[in-house]
């Protein structure tokens, strides 16, 4: 049993998969930390605090570069349609940080991690997901 958005559940905790060794990890942020001090993206996060917004916000980067590289074997979505599905090809990466979003999602999500409003998210989405599976 794990706790997700406040309540608990039965079952299987979703895995990550690390952007190094490409396997799948259920302690991101531990696994990171102990098995790969050495890299930079990883020196940068260990210079913040524990806990800061900073921090989190580059184990995030990490785990959406992750994600993304192994998305031909489980697209994991960051945030996805209300009623939960199951199809991954509602789900486009956002261009910028690599993270999977629902198509009705994507064009929010793009303001805040680009801070613009560009008309082609969508289309650029689509092509970052055509040349991910050629």
Not at 48 to 67: D, W
Not at 79 to 101: A, E, I, V, W
Not at 109 to 116: E, N, P, V
Request: net charge positive.
């Amino acid at each position: 049993m794990y706790k997700e958005n406040g309540e608990i559940r039965k079952g299987k905790k979703k895995t990550d998969f690390c952007f190094y060794c490409e396997t799948p990890v259920l302690n991101f942020a531990r696994h990171i930390i102990r098995n790969h001090p050495s890299e930079i993206d990883v020196q940068k996060v260990l210079l913040e605090a524990p806990g800061s917004k900073e921090r989190k916000f580059q184990l995030n980067l990490l785990r959406k570069k992750g994600n993304f590289i192994s998305s031909s074997v489980a697209c994991k979505p960051v945030q996805s349609l209300r009623s939960s599905t199951k199809d991954t090809k509602d789900l486009l990466p956002c261009d910028n940080c690599l993270g999977f979003y629902s198509k009705r999602f994507l064009w929010k999500h793009r303001i805040k991690c680009t801070d613009s409003k560009d008309k082609n998210h969508q289309a650029s989405a689509q092509n970052l997901r055509s040349e991910e599976h050629t």
